[in-house]
């Protein structure tokens, strides 16, 4: 919306994460190593399970991340809140991408399920979110979502009830 693609590369979620690509002060991405996502492959307004919206992301995983060498040594897996960020750090991306203006933070979500690892010899995450509610007003902007998370084709995380929102820059 707002005149913006359906899709970014990684050179957009870094001018995303400097407030370049929605303007200072308004939804900004994490610059790596915590921006969890290479690239956003589709967003909608009007699309996904409920026609509320959604987003689709993908990370290429590598076995020199650098969350594999501390969680845990011997053993490595990504923490399993990295991919949670993950997924409210794409529900905010779609409230700023909606044209919405505000500093984004995560709010909550009601219920998370992770089935299934992700170590250094997985290759691809790819991120679903899906918005169940977008509350767009003047002093409150929100947005409820659910999300799944899959490893080279596997679910791995599921979330519901994620709570994203904007508040003014302070």
Not at 6 to 27: H, M, R, T, V, Y
Not at 121 to 143: E, G, M, N, P, S
Not at 157 to 170: D, I, Q, S, W
């Amino acid at each position: 919306m707002a005149n913006f693609p359906s899709s970014f590369d990684k050179e957009d979620l870094i001018k995303c994460a400097q407030g370049e690509l929605f303007g200072p002060g308004n939804a900004q991405l994490p610059m790596p190593p915590m921006l969890m996502m290479d690239r956003i492959t589709d967003i909608s307004a009007d699309g996904g399970l409920h026609g509320k919206g959604h987003v689709v992301a993908e990370f290429d995983i590598t076995p020199d991340l650098w969350f594999f060498e501390c969680h845990f040594p011997g053993n490595p897996i990504m923490p399993g809140c990295l991919g949670l960020d993950g997924l409210w750090q794409l529900t905010g991306f779609n409230l700023g991408w909606r044209g919405m203006t505000g500093q984004g933070m995560a709010l909550g979500v009601g219920e998370v399920k992770l089935t299934g690892k992700v170590t250094p010899t997985r290759k691809l995450l790819t991120y679903k979110v899906d918005f169940t509610k977008v509350i767009d007003r003047a002093k409150i902007k929100v947005a409820l979502a659910d999300g799944v998370l899959f490893a080279d084709g596997e679910q791995v995380y599921e979330v519901k009830n994620m709570k994203v929102g904007l508040a003014p820059a302070e």
